[in-house]
């Protein structure tokens, strides 16, 4: 099950499709314990993927990177026009 935010070619950040799949889904609002629900892994799962998307994107917080995705998002839109 893919997501609308998760696109297949914008990946900002150099998250995996998942990474990006599971960003989104923080972005949107998503508590770990929902997101593994509707992506049917295990919140545990989610946790690790999350730790994943924190290092890459150099954040220490969930608000850190919901700043730092919808800045690379905006610029990554930006390019496409």
Sequence with gaps: MRT???TRTARPLGLSLR???IM???A???SNGEIAAR???AEKT???HVNRIYAKMGAE???AAIVRWAEASDGAAA???
């Design 61 to 63: 917080s969930r608000a």
């Design 46 to 48: 989610v946790k690790n």
């Design 24 to 26: 989104s889904l923080i």
């Design 79 to 81: 390019s496409l026009s």
């Design 39 to 41: 992506l049917v892994l």
């Design 28 to 30: 949107e609002g998503h």
């Design 19 to 21: 990474e990006a799949e």
């Design 4 to 6: 609308a935010g998760a």
